[in-house]
C-alpha cells in the first residue's frame, strides 16, 4: 500500500507540473471534469458471486490534451454470495489513478458527437465480504488489495459541456479471499467485469477560448498548436489557387463531372473578395456604427466543425483587418441550410462559429471582445430550393461595432 500511495501522490504532483508548463493552445483550453457512473457487476470469487450493483462510482479528471488525460477513480462495487443457505453481502471500494487515451484522436477519426477512450490505471480495494472469520483457516473477512483495472468507454456529447458514457471494465486483484475463502480453481487472485452507465460535466466548456479538451478533435489541435497554421498545412496562396482554378479551366475541355463546379466556386470566392473589403470601412467608422460582412465561402467538412483549408485565407484577410483597426466588439454568427431538423442545424451553426472565433484568436484577435452565435437555417438569403441557394445560405456573418 505504500508503494500505491507513492505512486498516485507522484503521479498528481507531476500532473500538477505539467498543468504549470502548457503551451499557449492548451492555456485556452479548458481542461477539468467530473462525473458519476454505475451499473452492473460480476465477481470472480469463492465462494462464487452473482451478478450485483456497481454504484456510486465517482471521478475527476484532468485531460492535458485531446489525446490524453489522467483522473482518480472512488467507486462501491458489490459481490452478493450464498454460503450454507446465508445471504452475504460483498462490497469492495475502490481508489485508482488512471490514464485515459481518445482512441479516435490517436488514429485521426473525426467525430463531432461520439468519442472512443481506452482507460487503464492501478489503485487498491478495500473490501469486506461479511463472511465470519474463522482463525487458523483460509477464510477472510476485510483487506486490502493492489488492484488494476482496463476499460474501453463509448461516449456521447450531448453538449459542450455535458457527456454521456458506457464503459465496459475488467477489475483485477491480488488478494484471492475477497469472496471469504481461498480459490478453489488454481488461480491466486480475484478479479471482477462491469457494465457502466455514466455522465460526465466538463468544467469550463463554455467560457474557455477553445473550449474543451475533449472536444477537439485531433487535427484541429495540431493546427491550432503550430507556431503558423499556415506553414502547418503548407497552404498556397489565394492567387495561386485561383490561377490553377483558371488553369483547370482552360486547359480540361471534356466536360468532366469534377469541373461543374469550378465556376460557382469561383464566383463564390469573388464575392467573398468583395465582401472583404468592407472591413476596409472599420477605419471610417464613427463610434458606435458598425459593419456587416457575409461570407459563404468560409466552408466547413460534412456535418462538422471542422473549417477546410480553403478557408483559411479569408480568415487570415479578416484577422489582419481586425488587428490593424480599433473596434469595440465583434459577433460572429452561423447559418446553415436546411438540411437536417432545425435544432440540430443551430447547434452545428453554434460550433463553427465558435470554431471561426477560436482560429481568429489564435491569430491575435482579442477573445474578450468575440462572442457567437448560431441561427441554424433560421435567417437563409435565398430559398432553399437548388444546391446553389443552399450553398449561397451555408455562411458565417461578422458583424463589427467601432
Given at each position: 500500500?505504500?508503494?500505491?500511495?507513492?505512486?498516485?501522490?507522484?503521479?498528481?504532483?507531476?500532473?500538477?507540473?505539467?498543468?504549470?508548463?502548457?503551451?499557449?493552445?492548451?492555456?485556452?483550453?479548458?481542461?477539468?471534469?467530473?462525473?458519476?457512473?454505475?451499473?452492473?457487476?460480476?465477481?470472480?470469487?469463492?465462494?462464487?458471486?452473482?451478478?450485483?450493483?456497481?454504484?456510486?462510482?465517482?471521478?475527476?479528471?484532468?485531460?492535458?490534451?485531446?489525446?490524453?488525460?489522467?483522473?482518480?477513480?472512488?467507486?462501491?462495487?458489490?459481490?452478493?454470495?450464498?454460503?450454507?443457505?446465508?445471504?452475504?453481502?460483498?462490497?469492495?471500494?475502490?481508489?485508482?489513478?488512471?490514464?485515459?487515451?481518445?482512441?479516435?484522436?490517436?488514429?485521426?477519426?473525426?467525430?463531432?458527437?461520439?468519442?472512443?477512450?481506452?482507460?487503464?490505471?492501478?489503485?487498491?480495494?478495500?473490501?469486506?465480504?461479511?463472511?465470519?472469520?474463522?482463525?487458523?483457516?483460509?477464510?477472510?473477512?476485510?483487506?486490502?488489495?493492489?488492484?488494476?483495472?482496463?476499460?474501453?468507454?463509448?461516449?456521447?456529447?450531448?453538449?459542450?459541456?455535458?457527456?454521456?458514457?458506457?464503459?465496459?471494465?475488467?477489475?483485477?486483484?491480488?488478494?484471492?479471499?475477497?469472496?471469504?475463502?481461498?480459490?478453489?480453481?488454481?488461480?491466486?487472485?480475484?478479479?471482477?467485469?462491469?457494465?457502466?452507465?455514466?455522465?460526465?460535466?466538463?468544467?469550463?466548456?463554455?467560457?474557455?477560448?477553445?473550449?474543451?479538451?475533449?472536444?477537439?478533435?485531433?487535427?484541429?489541435?495540431?493546427?491550432?498548436?503550430?507556431?503558423?497554421?499556415?506553414?502547418?498545412?503548407?497552404?498556397?496562396?489565394?492567387?495561386?489557387?485561383?490561377?490553377?482554378?483558371?488553369?483547370?479551366?482552360?486547359?480540361?475541355?471534356?466536360?468532366?463531372?469534377?469541373?461543374?463546379?469550378?465556376?460557382?466556386?469561383?464566383?463564390?470566392?469573388?464575392?467573398?473578395?468583395?465582401?472583404?473589403?468592407?472591413?476596409?470601412?472599420?477605419?471610417?467608422?464613427?463610434?458606435?456604427e458598425s459593419l456587416l460582412a457575409s461570407l459563404s465561402s468560409i466552408e466547413f467538412k460534412f456535418d462538422s466543425s471542422e473549417l477546410t483549408e480553403q478557408?483559411?485565407?479569408?480568415?487570415?484577410?479578416?484577422?489582419?483587418?481586425?488587428?490593424?483597426?480599433?473596434?469595440?466588439?465583434?459577433?460572429?454568427?452561423?447559418?446553415?441550410?436546411?438540411?437536417?431538423?432545425?435544432?440540430?442545424?443551430?447547434?452545428?451553426?453554434?460550433?463553427?462559429?465558435?470554431?471561426?472565433?477560436?482560429?481568429?484568436?489564435?491569430?491575435?484577435?482579442?477573445?474578450a471582445s468575440i462572442t457567437t452565435d448560431g441561427l441554424g437555417s433560421d435567417k437563409p438569403l435565398k430559398p432553399n430550393t437548388t444546391a446553389a441557394n443552399?450553398?449561397?445560405?451555408?455562411?458565417?456573418?461578422?458583424?463589427?461595432?467601432?
Amino acid at each position: 500500500m505504500k508503494k500505491i500511495t507513492v505512486l498516485v501522490i507522484s503521479a498528481l504532483v507531476l500532473l500538477s507540473v505539467n498543468a504549470q508548463q502548457t503551451t499557449s493552445i492548451e492555456s485556452n483550453l479548458a481542461h477539468w471534469s467530473l462525473g458519476i457512473k454505475g451499473g452492473i457487476d460480476y465477481y470472480r470469487v469463492t465462494p462464487s458471486s452473482t451478478i450485483s450493483w456497481a454504484v456510486p462510482d465517482l471521478f475527476v479528471q484532468y485531460d492535458i490534451n485531446p489525446y490524453f488525460g489522467l483522473g482518480l477513480d472512488a467507486g462501491m462495487f458489490n459481490f452478493d454470495r450464498t454460503v450454507d443457505g446465508r445471504d452475504f453481502l460483498g462490497k469492495t471500494i475502490d481508489i485508482a489513478l488512471y490514464g485515459s487515451v481518445n482512441l479516435l484522436n490517436v488514429f485521426s477519426v473525426n467525430s463531432p458527437r461520439l468519442g472512443l477512450y481506452g482507460n487503464f490505471g492501478v489503485g487498491a480495494g478495500i473490501w469486506n465480504n461479511e463472511i465470519p472469520e474463522i482463525p487458523n483457516t483460509t477464510k477472510k473477512n476485510k483487506g486490502v488489495s493492489p488492484m488494476g483495472l482496463a476499460g474501453l468507454s463509448l461516449t456521447y456529447n450531448i453538449a459542450p459541456a455535458f457527456e454521456l458514457f458506457l464503459e465496459g471494465q475488467y477489475r483485477s486483484y491480488t488478494q484471492q479471499w475477497m469472496g471469504g475463502e481461498g480459490q478453489e480453481y488454481g488461480w491466486t487472485s480475484s478479479d471482477a467485469i462491469a457494465a457502466l452507465i455514466g455522465f460526465r460535466i466538463k468544467l469550463g466548456a463554455k467560457s474557455a477560448s477553445y473550449g474543451h479538451a475533449r472536444n477537439l478533435s485531433g487535427k484541429t489541435y495540431q493546427i491550432l498548436s503550430a507556431p503558423d497554421p499556415l506553414a502547418a498545412i503548407n497552404l498556397q496562396s489565394y492567387e495561386e489557387r485561383f490561377q490553377n482554378i483558371q488553369s483547370q479551366i482552360n486547359t480540361l475541355k471534356d466536360g468532366q463531372a469534377e469541373l461543374k463546379d469550378i465556376p460557382k466556386r469561383v464566383k463564390k470566392l469573388e464575392e467573398d473578395v468583395d465582401a472583404l473589403k468592407e472591413f476596409n470601412r472599420l477605419r471610417e467608422l464613427k463610434e458606435g456604427e458598425s459593419l456587416l460582412a457575409s461570407l459563404s465561402s468560409i466552408e466547413f467538412k460534412f456535418d462538422s466543425s471542422e473549417l477546410t483549408e480553403q478557408s483559411y485565407f479569408l480568415l487570415d484577410q479578416i484577422a489582419d483587418k481586425l488587428n490593424s483597426a480599433t473596434w469595440s466588439s465583434l459577433t460572429v454568427t452561423g447559418h446553415t441550410d436546411n438540411v437536417g431538423t432545425a435544432g440540430y442545424n443551430k447547434q452545428l451553426s453554434k460550433r463553427r462559429a465558435e470554431t471561426v472565433k477560436s482560429y481568429l484568436v489564435g491569430k491575435g484577435v482579442s477573445a474578450a471582445s468575440i462572442t457567437t452565435d448560431g441561427l441554424g437555417s433560421d435567417k437563409p438569403l435565398k430559398p432553399n430550393t437548388t444546391a446553389a441557394n443552399r450553398s449561397k445560405n451555408r455562411r458565417v456573418d461578422f458583424k463589427v461595432v467601432k
